[in-house]
């Protein structure tokens, strides 16, 4: 099993730009959520997904969108990247029915200059 | 919404001492309380977690706490090694098919030789 993916690990973009971060995981789990992660802030939600079919906003949403494209893929959009938005993304998923633990990807590093 | 507080935010010990960082949180219906490790560059990882029907949960050298009473639990760290050196994240969450975990803002633990 791999876990949880992202895709891609490094991205550079100027302001304005847009681009999707894909996240994919085959464990089975029904909940999937974003986080970015900033220096001295731990980790916030931006959207969430507790089953497929279902987004909701997080504590910091604005400036993204997302998509639970089926019940292994939630992507994040930022349809016009600001240097506000340079972060880590974690994505993570959970079998919410069995365990609480979220499961974390690998994170993605993004600059926006 | 839930609100939680981390301290100390740096913590040094010796290898060998005991280390503890506490975490408050304001929603009195939290009753899922993980804590997370992170390496340098790494995505968290779950190390232990505690739900409220329970005050104490030990796993070999660490052990949470917490008092529902106060809204407050602690991680604490025995025999610390130099690989105990990471950045700890507390979290909360009222648990459900949501379940969206609220970190606090993480402790840097360097344990010195």
């Known amino acids: 099993n791999a876990g949880v993916t992202q895709t891609p690990k490094f991205q550079v973009l100027k302001t304005g730009q847009s681009m999707t971060l894909q996240c994919a995981q085959d464990?089975?789990?029904?909940?999937m959520y974003w986080y970015r992660q900033d220096p001295g802030m731990g980790l916030r939600l931006i959207y969430y997904s507790a089953s497929e079919g279902t987004t909701d906003k997080g504590e910091v949403p604005n400036g993204y969108n997302v998509s639970r494209l089926n019940k292994r893929e939630f992507s994040l959009r930022l349809e016009s990247a600001a240097p506000s938005q340079t972060s880590v993304y974690f994505c993570?998923?959970?079998?919410?029915?069995?365990?609480?633990?979220?499961?974390f990807g690998p994170g993605t590093r993004l600059t926006v200059t | 919404g839930e609100n939680v507080e981390q301290h100390p935010s740096t913590l040094s010990v010796q290898e060998g001492d005991s280390a503890v960082i506490k975490c408050t949180y304001s929603d009195s219906a939290s009753n899922y309380f993980p804590w997370y490790k992170q390496e340098l560059g790494k995505r968290p990882q779950l190390i232990i977690d505690?739900?409220?029907?329970?005050g104490e949960k030990k796993d070999q050298r660490i052990a949470v706490t917490l008092n529902k009473t106060a809204k407050h639990f602690s991680l604490h760290i025995t025999e610390t090694q130099p690989e105990d050196s990471a950045v700890y994240f507390c979290a909360a969450t009222v648990t459900g098919t949501a379940s969206k975990l609220t970190f606090g803002t993480g402790t840097r633990l360097q344990v010195t030789l």
């Open positions: 993570a998923s959970v079998q919410t029915a069995i365990s609480y633990e979220q499961y």
């Open positions: 464990m089975n789990h029904n909940s």
């Open positions: 505690i739900r409220s029907n329970v």
